[in-house]
Structures are given as structure tokens and as C-alpha cells.
């Protein structure tokens, strides 16, 4: 692909991520490039994170910096595994500093057969991701919400892929049980 003078439009067909990264130390005008393509997956996280849009709204800002000024630290290899570990470092330290307990309110969990929206479903749904630890709400958020891969979750908490996956699939499973038998069985 041939660069231009200006940074390509970002729905246009453009480079991997790497490329892209080696024309916005060039040129930061490219770090829009990226911008495009992981604000959305990135504010979502924050906002499922925090249940809260002006809160998502900054955080989303405070990670896009972070990333700009850190763009030189980055090595090569999984550029959303390397993002997502700074934006979920950048939600924990929030959470840190405001010492509140982090909800992930209406986060849709999917079976095989799909949840209707019913108030009973949302409250059995609140429930029982209240039930869930830190770490285990962690996980959940980043595969459902960011839509990140096992390998890429894998890198940001700091274990294998494989155990990754294997947790998610336990916890998804435990929560369908879980689910089914406070609706009667209907999940």
C-alpha cells in the first residue's frame, strides 16, 4: 500500500497495526489510524467497566494519551493485547484512586438460547455477575465486551492462553447453570 502525505481514511483498506505504528513515529497526524479502530472496542470496555459515560468518556481520552506517549515502548507483536493492558491499568488505577467497587451493569451474557430482556432477567443478570470476584468480572469484560481473543486477554492479566480459555469457558458455564436454575431451568 502507498502512503500518502495525510494519514489514510480509517475505514479505508489500510495496514496491520504495526505498519501503522511505524508511520505515526514518523508522523503523529497516523496516530488517528489507530484511533478509529480500537476507540470504540476501548470506550466500551471502560464504559462496561465503569457503568458510567462521562467516567468512560475520560478514561477512554486519559488511555488514547497514554498510548500516544508510550507508542515508543511498544516492541512489536499484539498491538490490541498491548492497548487493552493499558486500558485495563488505566481502570484499576482509577478504581484505586476513587475506591469504589466496579459494576458491570447490563452486560448480556449469551447461550445458546438467547436472554429475552425481561426486568427478571436483567436483575437474575445483575446478580450474578455481583456474585463474581475482580478478576473473574475482569475476564468476562474483556472477551464479551472488548471482543478481545484468549491469547490476547492472555497477555494482559498475565496467564497462558489456554488457562485463559478454559476459565471463561468455566465461568460462562457457571453462570448459565447458575442462571438456568434461578429461572427454573429456562436458560
Not at 11 to 16: E, G, K, L, N, Y
Not at 42 to 61: F, H, M, P
Request: aromatic share 8%; proline share 3%.
Amino acid at each position: 500500500m502507498e502512503w500518502h502525505e495525510h494519514p489514510p481514511d480509517p475505514a479505508s483498506d489500510i495496514p496491520d497495526d504495526d505498519e501503522v505504528i511505524a508511520r505515526v513515529r514518523e508522523n503523529s497526524d497516523y496516530f488517528s489510524v489507530l484511533y478509529e479502530r480500537y476507540f470504540q472496542r476501548v470506550y466500551g470496555y471502560c464504559l462496561k467497566r465503569t457503568s458510567n459515560v462521562q467516567i468512560a468518556e475520560d478514561l477512554c481520552s486519559d488511555i488514547f494519551i497514554k498510548v500516544l506517549s508510550k507508542l515508543d515502548t511498544y516492541t512489536g507483536g499484539n498491538f490490541a493485547a498491548w492497548l487493552f493492558r493499558i486500558a485495563h491499568n488505566t481502570v484499576v488505577d482509577h478504581y484505586r484512586k476513587n475506591r469504589k467497587v466496579v459494576a458491570i451493569d447490563q452486560l448480556q451474557l449469551r447461550s445458546d438460547t438467547q436472554m429475552s430482556n425481561t426486568v427478571a432477567n436483567q436483575l437474575a443478570v445483575e446478580e450474578l455477575l455481583s456474585e463474581l470476584n475482580e478478576d473473574e468480572r475482569e475476564l468476562i469484560t474483556l472477551r464479551l465486551q472488548a471482543g478481545l481473543s484468549a491469547p490476547e486477554i492472555a497477555e494482559i492479566v498475565g496467564k497462558s492462553a489456554n488457562s485463559v480459555r478454559v476459565q471463561i469457558y468455566r465461568l460462562l458455564k457457571r453462570l448459565r447453570d447458575r442462571y438456568g436454575a434461578m429461572m427454573g431451568g429456562d436458560a
